[in-house]
């Protein structure tokens, strides 16, 4: 059994309350000071503009200093089809090596956790898709990925990647139990 986990040792997912779409997303990032996150345009270009399909969202936050450092999103969950489509966005030059990865995992867990679904879908830009590309024990390209997201994002040359959840509780659990538990009492 899946614990929706929000909080590592170093990134904590704070809800967006209530969640927002379409040209509110840019308002709170705005607002929030993080209008300037790599990849912002391809995520907003390709996102939804009803709230009502979009399941969470999340502020990224460092938890040793408590700053906002991205933005992250589940949005069009199908539970007939058991899928939903997971955005995490965040602005390297504050995140620190390895925060993003660890939001990434957490929101990807917590998708899972949460809801009955056999896979996660997301979106990897030119710039992240060969890092992204380097665990093919757990993510793979989608040959036919979502209508939405496939005529949406060839403007932005993306690629539609995912992860099943039988590979996610092979592979993605065990990394992320590590980063969850406290080092104290190892």
Partial sequence: MLIPHVITRRTTLVPVDPVVAGPDVRRVLDSEGLARLPDLEAF????????AETAAQFFVVRTDT??????????????????VRVDVVTDPLRTGFGISLEATMLVV??????????KIYFCATPRNFDTLAAFPAMITE??????????????HGLRVLSIHRDRWEKYGTRFLDRLVKSPIGR
């Fill in 66 to 83: 408590g700053d906002k450092v991205g933005f992250a999103s589940m949005t069009h969950l199908d539970t007939a089809l058991g899928q």
């Fill in 109 to 118: 867990n917590y998708a899972f956790a949460t809801w009955e679904i056999g």
């Fill in 44 to 51: 907003l270009a390709t996102g939804t503009d009803d709230a």
């Fill in 142 to 155: 989608e040959v036919e990925p979502p209508a939405q997201v496939r005529d949406l994002g060839t403007a």
